[in-house]
T-cell receptor, first 114, second 110 residues
Framework: DAGITQSPRYKITETGRQVTLMCHQT?????MFWYRQDLGHGLRLIYY???????DKGEVPDGYVVSRSKTENFPLTLESATRSQTSVYFC?????????????FGPGTRLTVT | GQSLEQPSEVTAVEGAIVQINCTYQ??????LSWYQQHDGGAPTFLSY????GLEETGRFSSFLSRSDSYGYLLLQELQMKDSASYFC???????????FGKGTRLSVIA
């Protein structure tokens, strides 16, 4: 199906473990983004990518790693999960950065780090 | 630095009109967007303003005044389904992504 998907939708992991959140889009959008959403903080950008093999840091990149070997996929890895990384993670994609380009968000991954 | 300010909560009556304000302080400005998010859902795009003035999309309108660093989202004929969080977001340079505000939670009551 066309669109943007995320997996898993829910994840519980332990402190110190590595966890990867997956994001896949079928529109061939150039740009992809990872956000985290916490109560009281709105949406904060973690990393974004302008194209395959081009990634850049956002507002809160520490503790996260991204890669983009294919245009359609943009996985986010927490190398050693901490409790402060408990959050809802949204992936998004768009044709470009201009405000006229809608960002399409995936359904989100709710991550709990115990 | 950059900052966006919007009220944390707004309550309005079904059928009424509500305005959600957004003020911003940025080093540059390349446009303002609005997104809606229902509880448990993903944000969805509502509108954008790159130039001053009012943009209308059905019951929703968005306004921008670049000289005042201010914008607002206007929702008319409120319906219960409009209960959601609303985020303003700005681009402050030509090659950086949107920066989102913390959101305004709108509650529509009967």
């Amino acid at each position: 199906d066309a669109g943007i998907t995320q997996s898993p939708r829910y994840k519980i992991t332990e402190t110190g473990r590595q966890v990867t959140l997956m994001c896949h889009q079928t529109w061939s959008h150039s740009y992809m983004f990872w956000y985290r959403q916490d109560l009281g903080h709105g949406l904060r950008l973690i990393y974004y990518s302008a194209a395959a093999d081009i990634t850049d840091k956002g507002e809160v990149p520490d503790g996260y790693v991204v890669s983009r070997s294919k245009t359609e996929n943009f996985p986010l890895t927490l190398e050693s999960a901490t409790r402060s990384q408990t959050s809802v993670y949204f992936c998004a994609s768009s044709y470009g950065l201009a405000v006229s380009y809608e960002q399409y968000f995936g359904p989100g991954t709710r991550l709990t780090v115990t | 630095g950059q900052s966006l300010e919007q009220p944390s909560e707004v309550t309005a009556v079904e059928g009424a009109i509500v305005q959600i304000n957004c003020t911003y302080q940025t080093s540059g400005f390349y446009g303002l967007s609005w997104y809606q998010q229902h509880d448990g859902g993903a944000p969805t795009f509502l509108s954008y303003n790159a130039l001053d003035g009012l943009e209308e999309t059905g019951r929703f309108s968005s306004f921008l005044s670049r000289s005042d660093s201010y914008g607002y989202l206007l929702l008319q004929e409120l319906q219960m389904k409009d209960s959601a969080s609303y985020f303003c977001a700005v681009r402050n340079s030509g090659n950086t992504p949107l920066v989102f505000g913390k959101g305004t939670r709108l509650s529509v009551i009967a």
